[in-house]
Nanobody, 122 residues
Framework: QVQVVESGGGLVQAGGSLGLSCAAS????????MGWYRQAPGKQRELVAQ???????YYADSVQGRFTISTDNAKNTVYLQMNSLRPEDTAVYYC????????????????WGQGTQVTVSS
């Protein structure tokens, strides 16, 4: 079994900062990628930022230059530092881990966290 647990989030004023963290635990061989998604009311879930085991990073255009994703591989943890927050960043933020369960050559499987609310007031 694989668990993905997020922490952080909360309420902040526009222009402020928040940090999120996400840890993957349980029984698995390796992690291919970890990423952050968000879903605002009435909108589809979207990818915000992702980092792969090769160090490749992706940022959505809307957060480029404001958000930073980082990892602690020893702890199977990914972080999202969010600066210069805007009201449109308000959403439930979800962490996803793409995990190889038994062997490093296995096709990665997706595991999701429960989500954490980020609210940015204007």
């Amino acid at each position: 079994q694989v668990q993905v647990v997020e922490s952080g989030g909360g309420l902040v004023q526009a222009g402020g900062s928040l940090g999120l963290s996400c840890a993957a635990s349980g029984s698995f061989s390796s992690i291919y990628a970890m990423g952050w998604y968000r879903q605002a009311p009435g909108k589809q879930r979207e990818l915000v930022a992702q980092v792969t085991d090769s160090g490749s990073m992706y940022y959505a255009d809307s957060v480029q230059g404001r958000f930073t994703i980082s990892t602690d591989n020893a702890k199977n943890t990914v972080y999202l530092q969010m600066n210069s927050l805007r009201p449109e960043d308000t959403a439930v933020y979800y962490c996803k881990a793409d995990v190889r369960r038994y062997h490093d050559y296995d096709r990665p499987r997706e595991y999701w966290g429960q989500g954490t609310q980020v609210t940015v007031s204007s």
